[in-house]
């Protein structure tokens, strides 16, 4: 609910459950099974991710290779090399690298982002020849491992996919537990979950990422600059909501500039703008480096992805099975990623498209709408768009702004449920950190894109 005097949003009881609906992420697979209860991530250990490689290799956690030397005459042009952080995210921890090796940010490349509160392990890639810094780089909790030259930086989404170990701990012991745990295994293995993109995608402590990201496609920067500094949120720090609050009160500039703290870097970045430039709201927008201002906007079309797959399944219609409308596609032989063959549900080749579900060489997609998508060819998710714009009351062009186009936001295809690859239990113990209730430790491997708490939420909750 939102506080429209106190400009706060307010969670009752500040429950991931009820967050993750102010993103639009609203309904279950397993709801009919019912969840374990129990807790993830009261300890960065019990979440491990290690990304898998396009050529389907796992990484390891523990492999250290021998570097190589760097050779001009083999033409090699990048260090490469397996990056092990703990407890940081991504960004937090190529930029502790930037500013120890004194490089520019954006000479950095990396296939895909990792979940913060973890211990993971993913391939990065810098332009030139670091082999040697990178062997003597010290830096709390990032570890370097596997250096070597290579020829082609790595790219964004360039991974296959990730593969996850996870501890649900602080879970009820029942006389039917272990079979519904294994009910739900068996669920999710053969249908899969909604394919939705998780609370990492908005911010888990300030779910505000996609209103942002609205504000500045319709222009309105006042309102995008006073989401991202003043706005509050119940589920946020004290500290943050203190200072949040009394700049929104006094509207001293200056003041919340000394006193925002400097882990809210691009807070102060757009406060310092406007000292300088009052009511320049745009040019306080853009101090934000394009990156976010891409991330944001993603996050507005995920949050429109994510209400089009509610409202679906709101409206009765079904999570796994094409009706009428439905746009199918063809996923390629390598690795079943989803290609732009696609086919409406509803015409000639309904029969084959059944049969190429069942053996998974097709799914079923929604756009991730952007500048390009022309939602006449997704008859079905056209209607389910619009009448969310209407709900929302914002307009239905807004994706296909200019910015979207300038900032090659074009629009994308993804599947509407994703299917776990290897989802087995390892442990069922008790649990060490909670007397008299149970743990149990999962691993599942998926591919790129789909969030790992997603289907965690299945297990827990389900309701």
Do not use: C, W
């Not at 397996?82 to 520019?104: G, Q």
């Not at 537990?177 to 939705?196: A, C, T, V, W």
């Not at 239990?425 to 708490?453: C, H, R």
Request: charged residues 30%; proline residues 3%; positive net charge.
């Amino acid at each position: 609910m939102f506080d429209q005097e106190n400009d706060t949003y307010l969670f009752e009881s500040n429950d991931e459950r009820e967050v993750e609906k102010f993103v639009g992420i609203e309904i279950y697979a397993t709801s009919k099974i019912g969840g374990i209860g129990g807790e993830y991530k009261k300890n960065f250990k019990d979440f491990i991710v290690r990304e898998i490689e396009n050529n389907g290799k796992t990484l390891s956690i523990k492999e250290d290779y021998k570097s190589q030397t760097f050779s001009a005459e083999l033409k090699d042009r990048y260090t490469t090399f397996n990056l092990i952080k703990i407890n940081k995210d991504t960004f937090e921890a190529l930029r502790k690298i930037s500013n120890s090796l004194k490089i520019p940010y954006g000479i950095i490349n990396y296939s895909g982002l990792k979940d913060k509160f973890s211990i993971s392990v993913q391939k990065i890639s810098i332009k030139g020849d670091y082999v040697d810094k990178l062997k003597k780089l010290n830096l709390k909790d990032i570890f370097i491992r596997n250096i070597h030259p290579t020829k082609k930086p790595v790219k964004l989404g360039s991974h296959l996919g990730n593969n996850f170990t996870v501890l649900i701990r602080n879970i009820e012991n029942s006389k039917f537990l272990r079979n519904r745990l294994e009910k739900q295994i068996n669920f999710l293995s053969k249908f899969g979950f909604p394919n939705y993109f998780g609370l990492q995608r908005f911010g888990s402590y300030r779910p505000n990422s996609h209103k942002v990201g609205q504000y500045i496609l319709e222009g309105n920067f006042k309102n995008a600059f006073e989401e991202f500094v003043s706005t509050t949120y119940t589920t946020e720090s004290d500290e943050s909501k203190l200072v949040r609050r009394e700049f929104r009160s006094d509207r001293d500039f200056e003041k919340a500039y000394a006193n925002f703290p400097k882990n809210l870097k691009y807070e102060r970045s757009m406060l310092y703008y406007l000292i300088q430039n009052p009511d320049d709201y745009e040019g306080s927008i853009n101090t934000l480096p394009s990156d976010l201002k891409k991330l944001l906007i993603s996050s507005f079309q995920s949050y429109i992805f994510n209400k089009m797959l509610s409202l679906r399944v709101e409206k009765g219609l079904p999570l796994f099975k094409p009706i009428k409308g439905d746009v199918i596609s063809i996923l390629d032989d390598f690795n079943g990623n989803v290609t732009y063959v696609k086919y409406i549900y509803g015409e000639s080749y309904d029969k084959y498209l059944k049969k190429a579900i069942d053996l998974n060489r097709a799914a079923l997609i929604m756009p991730i709408i952007g500048s390009n998508t022309d939602l006449e060819l997704f008859p079905l998710m056209k209607s389910l768009f619009e009448e969310i714009t209407k709900r929302e009351g914002f307009d239905k062009y807004i994706l296909s702004s200019k910015l979207n186009t300038d900032l090659e936001m074009t629009g994308a295809l993804r599947t509407i449920t994703v299917k776990p690859t290897a989802l087995k239990m390892l442990e069922f113990t008790e649990d060490d950190f909670n007397p008299g209730k149970k743990k149990i430790k999962f691993e599942f491997s998926l591919q790129k894109g789909s969030y790992a708490t997603m289907l965690i939420r299945e297990l827990i909750a389900s309701t």
